[in-house]
C-alpha cells in the first residue's frame, strides 16, 4: 500500500557523502549513551484503543536507565482508504521498573504511514536507576480513539543503560555522483528526482541506541538508515528508518536538519544514505554527525594512518602528521601518534609509510 505525503515532499537539499578532511572520533561524558544491556522476545501482540499491557521479565545485573523496541508495527484494523488512521507515529509506551520507576515513551515511531514500519528504536534515558533484575511492565496505548488496530510482529524488548557517548562528525557534498529516485517515506517513492545520492557501509562496534543528525546550510535534507543492504535500484528494500529533513518532521527537527534514532547492533551491517532533495536545487555541503555509546565505524577507519578518514594513506595524511609533529599535549590523545607513545616523530611517520595507498 502507498501512502501519499506530498505535502511534506517538497523543496531541495544535495548532500554526498565525500568523507572529507574532518572524520573524528572521540568519547565524552557530556552526554550518556545508551548501551543494549538485556533483551528479551516476546510473542507478536496487537494495541487497539483499550491499549494493551505486557509483562516481561529481564535478568541483567546492571543499572538500567532507559528501554528499546524492535519489531514491525503495522495496521490490522485501518483506514486505507484515505490514510488517516491508525499511524504507526500513534504508538506510545509506558514502561514500570521493579522498583516502581516509570518512563514515558511516545511516539515510539516516527513515521507517518499506515502502512508496515520496521521499529528499531530506544529512549533517550528515563529511568534514573531502575534494576536490571524483576518484572517490568510495559503499557502500549495508541493515541488514535477510532476503531483501528495496530499489530506488531517479531518484537524484542531491551532494556539498557547509561556509558559515555562516542561522537563521530565526518563531512561531503553531493554535488555530482550517482542518482537514484528517492524515498520520501518508508512506503513511497518522491517524484522530485532523480535526484544525487552517496550510500555507505557501516556498522558499530557497541549495541545500543544511536543518533545521527545530517545538516545542510540552506533547504532541505534527507538521510536514510538500510539494514542488511542497499539497492539504489529497489529503495524501499531493507529501509530501516529515516530523517526528514524539511521542518515538518515528526521528530521536530528544522529545515535542512535530518535526525535519525535507532538501535543499532554490532552483529549487522548497515547503510547510511544521504540524498539530495530535489532534482531542480543546486548541490551542496554537508555535515553528519554520529552519538552512541560505541564506535560508528566506516570503511577506512581502521587503516593506520588515515588520519583524515578518507579510506586512504597519502600525502593529505602526511600533511596532518607534519602539522602534529612533537610531543603530544596527553598521551593517547593525539591522532598522528600512530605508535601512541606520547610522540609524533620518525617512528610514526614509518607507520604510516608502510601503509601508503
Known amino acids: 500500500m502507498l501512502f501519499s505525503l506530498s505535502a511534506y515532499d517538497r523543496s531541495p537539499t544535495r548532500l554526498s557523502i565525500a568523507l572529507i578532511a574532518t572524520a573524528l572520533l572521540s568519547s565524552t561524558t557530556a552526554f550518556a549513551g545508551e548501551q543494549l544491556v538485556a533483551t528479551v522476545e516476546i510473542d507478536d501482540f496487537q494495541v487497539g484503543a483499550a491499549g494493551t499491557t505486557i509483562q516481561v521479565e529481564f535478568d541483567a545485573d546492571t543499572i538500567v536507565t532507559g528501554v528499546g523496541f524492535t519489531g514491525l508495527w503495522t495496521a490490522i484494523v485501518a483506514d486505507t482508504q484515505n490514510g488517516i488512521a491508525p499511524w504507526s507515529i500513534d504508538l506510545g509506551v509506558t514502561v514500570t521498573a521493579p522498583n516502581g520507576e516509570t518512563l514515558t515513551w511516545d511516539p515510539i515511531g516516527g513515521e507517518i504511514s499506515i502502512a508496515d514500519y520496521p521499529l528499531q ?4 534515558g528515563g529511568f534514573r536507576a531502575a534494576p536490571g533484575t524483576g518484572l517490568y511492565t510495559f503499557e502500549f496505548t495508541s493515541f488514535d480513539s477510532g476503531p483501528w488496530i495496530a499489530g506488531l510482529e517479531n518484537v524484542k524488548l531491551h532494556l539498557t543503560s547509561a556509558t559515555d557517548t562516542v561522537t563521530k562528525t565526518f563531512e561531503g557534498s553531493v554535488a555530482e555522483g550517482p542518482t537514484w529516485m528517492r524515498p520520501f517515506s518508508i512506503v513511497g517513492i518522491s517524484g522530485l528526482g532523480p535526484v544525487v545520492y552517496e550510500a555507505m557501509e557501516f556498522t558499530v562496534d557497541t549495541s545500543g541506541g544511536y543518533f545521527i543528525e545530517s545538516i545542510v546550510p540552506t533547504g532541505n535534507n534527507f538521510a536514510y538508515i538500510y539494514r542488511g543492504g ?10 530501516l528508518d529515516y530523517g526528514l529533513g524539511n521542518g515538518f518532521g515528526s521528530d521536530g527537527a528544522p529545515q535542512g536538519t535530518s535526525w535519525i534514532d535507532a538501535m543499532l547492533f554490532e552483529d549487522e551491517t548497515y ?16 555535515t ?11 570503511p577506512g577507519d581502521d587503516v593506520l594512518g588515515d588520519l583524515n578518514g578518507d579510506g586512504v594513506v597519502n600525502v593529505f595524511d602526511l600533511l596532518l602528521l607534519l602539522e602534529d609533529w612533537g610531543a603530544c599535549d596527553t598521551p593517547g590523545d593525539c591522532p598522528a601518534d600512530l605508535n601512541d607513545d606520547g610522540f609524533v616523530n620518525v617512528f610514526d611517520l614509518l607507520l604510516l609509510l608502510e601503509n601508503w595507498g
Open 121 to 124: 528504536d530506544y529512549s533517550d
Open 230 to 239: 542497499f539497492d539504489p535500484e529497489n529503495p524501499l528494500d531493507n529501509l
Open 288 to 298: 553528519n554527525t554520529v552519538t552512541g555509546p560505541g564506535s560508528f565505524i566506516l
Open 271 to 286: 547503510y547510511l544514505v544521504v540524498s539530495q532533495w530535489s532534482s531542480t536545487q543546486p548541490g551542496q555541503p554537508y
